[in-house]
């Protein structure tokens, strides 16, 4: 049965959906097999994976609206190992519609249902606000990656997401783990960086990854050509992070299980 990964933080430009990617990447790599759920209407994930924006048939809208099963809206990816859910511009409205449906929380849950034994990994993008699809994916998931920027306020922010996660696991999702805190975007010249990182360790010292994602222009240019970085340029730092990324985690899985 698949591990679901939920990659959340209710701060935008943090490198969520870079993560996403191209962890997702580094674990098909690594012979495992991968479903990457986009639920941000943004698509950016989708469109990064290599899905030309308004190509698409159906996306994760039709599934959580109309029931679609998600194995019928599955696209193939340039990994033989991983698949994706793409998400479109329909998502957009698709909080509206989703208030009145029953058990709204629990959709993406029983969506999964029939396909979570066919996946080693299912990594949910969450959109960048705490909305109903956000909500969706952490009741889905067993565990949480926060990514965080090296910045002023990441401190104050992670404190807020930690009060939600505690708020949703005596709601919905009891078994709801913290998978780790990714420092993303790091800038070792940078008095900042080391003293956010400094930082984050004092407080969440058990819960931080032990990778860190430096900040890497080919990162930056990899969605741009609808690549993961892996694909794009895999000498790069970034394609060498997301690699130790995917590592740690197959190890922590290990160890877990062993």
């Not at 698949?2 to 870079?18: F, H």
């Not at 032990?210 to 394609?239: C, H, M, W």
């Amino acid at each position: 049965m698949a591990k679901v990964i939920a990659v959340t933080n209710q701060k935008g430009g943090v490198g969520k959906t870079t993560t996403v990617i191209n962890l997702a990447a580094a674990l098909a790599i690594a012979e495992m097999r991968i479903l990457v759920i986009d639920t941000d209407a943004q698509a950016n994930c989708t469109s990064g994976l290599g899905v030309i924006k308004g190509s698409l048939k159906k996306s994760i809208y039709d599934s959580l609206i109309n029931s679609e099963p998600l194995f019928s809206i599955m696209l193939s990816t340039d990994l033989e190992n991983l698949k994706l859910i793409p998400a479109d511009k329909n998502l957009t409205g698709a909080g509206v519609e989703m208030i009145d449906l029953p058990d709204r929380e629990f959709l993406l849950k029983r969506l999964l249902t029939p396909i979570v034994d066919q996946f080693d990994f299912i990594l949910i993008d969450s959109p960048p606000s705490l909305n109903i699809l956000t909500l969706n994916g952490l009741v889905a998931a067993d565990s949480v990656l926060v990514p965080i920027q090296c910045e002023y306020f990441a401190l104050e922010g992670l404190t807020d997401l930690f009060d939600t996660l505690a708020r949703i696991r005596k709601a919905f999702n009891p078994n709801l783990s913290v998978q780790g805190i990714l420092l993303t975007m790091f800038d070792e010249r940078t008095n900042l960086s080391t003293q956010v990182r400094e930082d984050l360790i004092n407080h969440f010292a058990g819960q931080m990854m032990q990778t860190v994602i430096p900040r890497n222009v080919r990162l930056a240019e990899a969605p741009s050509f609808g690549k993961p970085i892996i694909l794009y340029d895999i000498r790069s730092k970034g394609a060498e992070s997301y690699i130790r990324l995917a590592k740690e985690i197959l190890n922590h899985e290990k160890k877990g299980t062993g």
